[in-house]
């Protein structure tokens, strides 16, 4: 199983980015994806997640700001990230839950001015 993430970046406060996670080897349609966060000498936490129905859950830091979505045809879930803060930085990773849980590589996301 591979799970490929990009999309991150350096981005201004209240810029924009959109991550991308990109599965193989598992069967994505019937698979919970979920995206989380690492800042530096902080804990991972989950930012958002949908399962395979297209629930979604947010963390309250997120809610409103950031939409996670996914391309059953593409493999892909998304997550857009809007009104970006500075305490949004941190490196972003895709897991993905069926059965068993796998995580991608992460992505960094920058926010500075």
């Known amino acids: 199983v591979q799970l490929q993430a990009s999309g991150g970046g350096l981005v201004q406060p209240g810029g924009s980015l959109r991550l991308s996670c990109t599965a193989s080897g598992i069967i994505f349609s019937t698979s919970f994806m979920g995206w989380y966060r690492q800042a530096p000498g902080k804990q991972r936490e989950l930012v958002a997640g949908?399962?395979?129905?297209?629930?979604?859950n947010y963390a309250n830091s997120v809610k409103g700001r950031f939409t996670i979505s996914r391309d059953n045809d593409k493999n892909t879930v998304y997550l857009q990230m809007n009104s970006l803060k500075p305490e949004d930085t941190a490196t972003y990773y895709c897991?993905?839950?069926?059965?068993?849980?796998?995580w991608g590589q992460g992505t960094l996301v920058t926010v500075s001015s």
């Open positions: 949908i399962s395979d129905g297209g629930t979604t």
């Open positions: 897991n993905a839950w069926n059965y068993k849980l796998y």
